[in-house]
């Protein structure tokens, strides 16, 4: 049975500190990794020095991601008209991956603008991905995709693990992988361990939170001890995120890590 290996999202937990302390409060909490969404404020240099401090390992970054309330909030790549944009970001995130050492760079998929069809941006989504694909190859960095649910990304392009799985085989599954967060996978598919294991072998990175209010494992209605059974018994020995609001102070409630993932 693999042991689960836990990182800290620094986007979502320890908030209470700005944002060049999450590194060090995460690595007193016991955490050995971390990931995040936007690195792109900060120098590869400085964010370098901050893991080396810490002793961290850094798994996934994002591609670039627009303001909240833009058009490219949730991403660039199933946008027509936003093409040089998208390639753009593509690069600097292998070139901040790479210089961070992650693994992985989540290629975010965007909302579907409403003036075009899903399919016009769908096939705009996959020529992107094939596209940004080439460039990782090697790299050493993996792209994954996510789906995400549409409760709390409305008009997202991904919207099942079935459906990136699909993209993951019509593109490149050695450059491209999914990567599977159970609580958006919770809102819109359920089913989760069954989900899981039919995809298991393009998974390459999992997140947890729980619905409905997306706080740390055990507030909610997912069944944590079965399934992290399964995600331990299954062939997967990549990382999970902790990409949880919580509902408290970060440090005081990670009692669940012991609670539930034993």
Known sequence: MTRLRLDA?????????????????????GFTA????SPYEYEPRQ???????A???????????GP???PTRSGLACIPDRVLEFRSGVLQGLEYATALGAKFLHVVGGVVPEEISKDQAFARYVANIAWAAEQAQGSGVRLLLEAQNKRDAPGFILSSQ?????????????????LMDFYHAQVDEGDLIRTYERFVDVIFHLQIADPPTR???????????TLFKAIAS??????????YRPKGETTAGLTWMKELAR
């Open 68 to 70: 909240a309330g833009s």
């Open 47 to 53: 964010l370098c020095a901050l893991l080396r401090n």
């Open 9 to 29: 999202n620094l986007k979502w937990l320890f908030t209470e500190l700005p944002f060049p302390q999450r590194f060090e409060a995460a690595a007193t909490a």
């Open 34 to 37: 971390v990931e995040y969404a």
């Open 215 to 225: 706080n740390e494992p055990g507030t909610g209605e997912i069944g944590w001890p």
């Open 162 to 178: 079935e459906q990136a799985a699909a993209v993951v085989e019509a593109v490149d599954d050695s450059t491209v992988g999914i």
């Open 234 to 243: 299954s062939s997967y020995n990549g990382w999970i995120g902790c990409e």
């Open 55 to 65: 002793g961290l390992e850094q798994i996934r970054i994002n591609t670039p991601m």
